[in-house]
């Protein structure tokens, strides 16, 4: 499936350049982020979510028995997706199952900008991919994203999230800390 290339991210950069005063608002990225390489191309190779975006994330799937859906407001930082953070779409709760959830209006629109991305959750942490595994089948997130005009989606599968890119390669991020890990891997023992 072909996805027509949209001038999307330099769209969000020119209003990121724009927004100072959101700028401002940045948390500190959760994590060193690789400086921009001239020509590095605009594939991501890495999702960076701030400490905000982690604990938003946290208490949203603890919360939320049904699908949440989020804006990630940041920019693309070299081969970095940068997060700094995550606001609510705007969700009918009608419009919200354990399976399914639809956004009223764009990101843009309900005044989250720039966002280069959507995340949402998938409260039984089951069936996190964008393409059914070993084929190139699109899962309905797969054609959710093929109809969006971000760079990246998201994901959130519990204690991680399942990203992806234009480039259709499907990427995990743990949101445990390295330290929890090891201690989960030892009690598990
Ligand atoms: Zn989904």
Same mark, same amino acid.
């Given at each position: 499936?072909?996805?027509?290339?949209?001038?999307?991210?330099?769209?969000?950069?020119?209003?990121?350049?724009?927004?100072?005063?959101?700028?401002?608002?940045?948390?500190?990225?959760?994590?060193?982020?690789?400086?921009?390489?001239?020509?590095?191309?605009?594939?991501?190779?890495?999702?960076?979510?701030?400490?905000?975006?982690?604990?938003?994330?946290?208490?949203?799937?603890?919360?939320?028995?049904?699908?949440?859906?989020?804006?990630?407001?940041?920019?693309?930082?070299?081969?970095?997706?940068?997060?700094?953070?995550? %606001?609510?779409? *705007?969700?009918?709760?009608?419009?919200?199952? $354990?399976?399914? #959830?639809? @956004?009223?209006?764009?990101? /843009?629109?309900?005044?989250?900008?720039?966002?280069?991305?959507?995340?949402?959750?998938?409260?039984?942490?089951?069936?996190?991919?964008?393409?059914?595994?070993?084929?190139?089948? %699109?899962?309905? *997130?797969?054609?959710?994203?093929?109809?969006? $005009?971000?760079? #990246?989606? @998201?994901?959130?599968?519990? /204690?991680?999230?399942?990203?992806?890119?234009?480039?259709?390669?499907?990427?995990?991020?743990?949101?445990?800390?390295?330290?929890?890990?090891?201690?989960?891997?030892?009690?598990?023992?």
């Amino acid at each position: 499936m072909q996805v027509a290339s949209r001038p999307v991210l330099t769209r969000a950069a020119i209003v990121a350049a724009a927004l100072t005063a959101l700028l401002c608002l940045q948390p500190e990225p959760a994590q060193p982020v690789e400086p921009a390489a001239p020509g590095a191309g605009s594939t991501p190779r890495a999702l960076v979510l701030s400490d905000q975006a982690r604990r938003y994330l946290a208490l949203q799937y603890r919360a939320d028995p049904t699908e949440f859906l989020g804006c990630m407001i940041g920019e693309l930082r070299g081969r970095s997706v940068v997060v700094w953070r995550i %606001a609510p779409a *705007d969700v009918d709760p009608a419009h919200s199952t $354990p399976t399914h #959830v639809v @956004a009223e209006q764009a990101c /843009e629109a309900a005044g989250w900008s720039p966002t280069i991305g959507m995340i949402h959750s998938h409260p039984d942490g089951e069936r996190c991919w964008y393409y059914f595994p070993g084929t190139e089948v %699109a899962s309905s *997130d797969g054609q959710a994203f093929a109809r969006q $005009p971000y760079a #990246v989606d @998201a994901i959130m599968c519990g /204690e991680h999230i399942v990203w992806i890119g234009r480039d259709k390669a499907e990427r995990q991020l743990s949101l445990v800390a390295a330290g929890q890990r090891a201690a989960s891997a030892i009690s598990n023992r």
